[in-house]
T-cell receptor, first 109, second 113 residues
């Protein structure tokens, strides 16, 4: 079967750095997405990786290793507004999106 | 630009009743999707449409139906609601199916009693 694994919940301190990991086992790979979802709101796009390496976008960076079936989302200079769930999703060989359950990130002052 | 609009935002429904969740997009995207989101589970695809006039079944289609009469509208119908259909429902769209960024509506919270 296809599977996306993410930690259920993480806690970090305002101003710090946090890394949210995502491992996947899917039938093929055609890209990996990260989305942010604040409580009670819709998911919004953060990043897309299809090649190995690090993609940086402001305070957020996303890394991909296709050989290891692994990605992480790195958030720097954490702000209280970064408290949200972070969803990892993989596009499989049939171009279907497989979603992880999400990681709830709690930021403490 | 509104993006994707869903209605209603919240609804309480008696079991056995018929319910249609509406979804409209103004981005002229070809692909549209209906997902349900339940606590502790990832987004699960109910139905999708690659383009106007076509629809397909997702991971959890039973008890739901959709239509895509035009590019903008993609309603989701529960023919006879059951309590297990209590969930938050998200409509989404993308330029092409599953090859690009998804844009989500604000969600419809449905409670079936």
């Amino acid at each position: 079967g296809q599977n996306i694994d993410q930690p259920t919940e993480m806690t970090a301190t305002e101003g710090a750095i946090v890394q949210i990991n995502c491992t996947y086992q899917t039938s093929g790979f055609n890209g990996l997405f990260w989305y942010q979802q604040h409580a009670g709101e819709a998911p919004t796009f953060l990043s897309y990786n299809v090649l190995d390496g690090l993609e940086e976008k402001g305070r957020f960076s996303s890394f991909l290793s296709r050989s290891k079936g692994y990605s992480y989302l790195l958030l720097k200079e954490l702000q209280m507004k970064d408290s949200a769930s972070y969803l990892c999703a993989v596009v499989d060989s049939n171009y279907q999106l497989i979603w992880g359950a999400g990681t709830k990130l709690i930021i403490k002052p | 630009i509104a993006g994707i609009t869903q209605a209603p935002t919240s609804q309480i429904l008696a079991a056995g009743r018929r319910m249609t969740l509406r979804c409209t997009q103004d981005m002229r995207h070809n692909a549209m999707y209906w997902y349900r989101q339940d606590l502790g589970l990832g987004l699960r695809l109910i139905h999708y449409s690659n383009t106007a006039g076509t629809t397909g079944k997702g991971e959890v289609p039973d008890g739901y139906s959709v239509s895509r009469a035009n590019t903008d509208d993609f309603p989701l119908t529960l023919a006879s609601a059951v309590p297990s259909q209590t969930s938050v429902y998200f409509c989404a769209s993308s330029e092409q199916r599953d090859t690009g960024e998804l844009f989500f509506g604000e969600g419809s919270r449905l409670t079936v009693l």
